[in-house]
Each structure stands twice: as C-alpha cells, then as structure tokens.
C-alpha cells in the first residue's frame, strides 16, 4: 500500500467512523478492490481495524467513531510504521502527515516510530531475478528489535561462496527489495547482507555501545547508492538487438532495467539488453532462436552460435545413444 494512501485511509476512517469499501474508494479514488485490500492489510498489520458484514456494516476503527490515533498501543503503532518505512517521508505531503502522526503518538511510542520510519525502507523494483523466500519471522523481529533498540547484535552469516563467519555489528536499517530483506549494519564499515544468509543472531549486552556509527544515517539515500553499485557491476554487457514489436513487453518485464528502446521502425524495434557476462547474456537471449538478431556485440554472437553448435552436437548425439522405442508400457 502507498504511504500517503495508508496516512489518508487511516484519517479518514478516524473522521467517519465506520465506512464501507465502495466510500473509502470514491475518497481515495481507488477502485473498490483496492478498497478491500488497503482495508484488509491494515488489519492484517494490527492496526485496530474491524469490519462488519452485511447491510449496513462496514469498516471502523475499534473505540468508536472519535477514535484518536494517538489510541494506538504499543504494538499497533509498531506494526503500522512497519509498514511505511521511509515511505512515509519521502514526498513533502506524506512527510508532513507522518511528521503530524509521530507527533500525535505517546510519548513513549515517539522514538520507536521515529527509527521504523527512517530506518526501515521498500524497494520494489525487483533485482531481475527470482525472490528467494525463507526468511524466518522471528530473525527479522529480533533484527528489528534491536534496530529499535539502537543495541549491537552479534550474528552468524553465509556468504554467496559458502564461506561462514560470525560477526558484531550495529543495526542502521532494514530494507525489503521486492521481497526480499536485507540487513544494514556497520562492522568495519557500512556493509549490506541477505536476511536469508543470516543463520542466527544474538543480541550483545545491551549496554554495548554503537561505536562511532553516524547516527543521522540516511538509510534511502545509502540504499540508492547501493543499487546504482550493484546495477553497474550487473550491467557490464551491452547488446544491441533487433526484436519484433511484440517481444518488447516480454524483454522489458524479463530484463527490468537492463532494457532500454533505442529506436523503432514499422517493422522492428532496436533495444538494448545488458548483463555482467556474456555467457549470462547468451543463456536468455539463446532461447529466442532468430526471432531476435543481436547487432552487437560480435562476442555475443560467437557465443550464441557456440551454445547453438553444442545443442546439435549433444541432440544428435542423444538420439543415435538413445533412440525413442516404439510401442506401449
């Protein structure tokens, strides 16, 4: 759910009382759909919302019409500013509704929603490949309790080669990149790991400090500095193409940012497609026979016709070593 649409939904709920999906969709001009699901997330976050089918009913906030949001507890509040993130003060409307909202919390849950929403943050464009899933519940709260807690955790960590170390470090920030998390802490220095590499962590005596971590760490600007890095070293091969119109939704939701038009005629559109090797290029442009003809470079070219030679040689080979047998089984 948008920042600014979550803020609107919850004054709005605040200043009617109880409302149906097909009010909150003519107030928010959003489709009804999206109604329902703005509606069913909140609840599902834990923010005190409840719903009552059939004629008449609809959705409300629990504690009456009047309810007050600074009425949230602990919990709710945790969960709501959870989900905003740094969503919440990214754009100057939303910043000064957040602001507004943290300020109209107790006391007590002030400096709690001041961390979730500057040091948790959503990424939704997606790296180009597929999510990994397995992050357990219980590591990304104790994680963000100590985020939380401005408290040093020592953790147990996999990298990509499969060698292991245990480190400490201090938490900076928390950051969902279309799906998957990551975990922003400062050991030697500001580094980046994969929620799902972490094998287990540890909370240090609380009265460990921070060291020398910054603590106005602009969690969205570091993490937008991490992606250019990454996306380079990604993006060390260009190619340019020649592909019919249709492929050109198909390329661009399979290469995301790594698909740039360059020019197109009646008949064919000229792209270009970038990957870190030109092997990796190869392997996904390969599948596409000569309905795609890659201009450049002629190193990709060479290792097309590679990959096509050793299909041949393999396929023929297959089928004089196993030839297909008649009959029924």
Request: aromatic fraction near 6%; hydrophobic fraction near 45%; include cysteine.
């Amino acid at each position: 759910m948008r920042a600014d649409r979550l803020l609107s939904l919850l004054l709005f709920l605040q200043s009617r009382g109880k409302v149906t999906a097909a009010q909150v969709a003519a107030e928010l001009e959003i489709s009804i759909a999206t109604a329902r699901r703005d509606l069913e997330a909140l609840s599902a976050a834990g923010v005190p919302v409840t719903v009552q089918p059939g004629r008449g009913g609809g959705w409300r906030l629990i504690g009456g019409a009047r309810t007050n949001l600074t009425g949230l507890s602990g919990g709710e509040s945790r969960a709501l500013f959870w989900m905003l993130g740094t969503a919440g003060l990214a754009g100057p409307d939303t910043r000064l509704a957040t602001r507004k909202l943290i300020r109209a919390l107790p006391e007590s849950l002030r400096a709690e929603a001041e961390v979730l929403a500057t040091r948790i943050h959503y990424d939704h464009a997606s790296w180009a490949e597929i999510p990994r899933s397995g992050e357990r519940f219980e590591l990304l709260e104790t994680l963000r309790t100590a985020l939380v807690r401005k408290h040093v955790v020592e953790f147990s960590y996999v990298h990509r080669d499969g060698s292991a170390e245990t480190l400490p470090a201090a938490p900076l920030g928390l950051v969902a990149k279309a799906g998957i998390w990551y975990f922003v802490a400062h050991s030697d220095m500001v580094r980046t790991y994969r929620v799902d590499r972490i094998v287990e962590v540890k909370p240090t005596d609380p009265a460990t400090p921070l060291s020398d971590v910054d603590t106005d760490f602009d969690l969205a600007a570091y993490w937008a500095a991490h992606v250019d890095e990454v996306e380079a070293l990604r993006s060390t091969v260009t190619s340019t193409i020649s592909c019919p119109h249709w492929t050109v939704p198909i390329l661009r939701a399979h290469f995301g940012r790594y698909f740039t038009v360059v020019e197109e005629s009646s008949e064919f559109t000229i792209a270009e497609v970038q990957a870190n090797l030109v092997v990796a290029l190869a392997e996904q442009l390969a599948g596409w026979g000569r309905t795609i003809e890659v201009l450049s470079p002629p190193e990709l070219r060479h290792e097309l016709a590679r990959i096509g030679a050793e299909l041949v040689e393999y396929n023929d080979h297959a089928s004089t070593t196993h030839p297909t047998q008649g009959g029924t089984t």
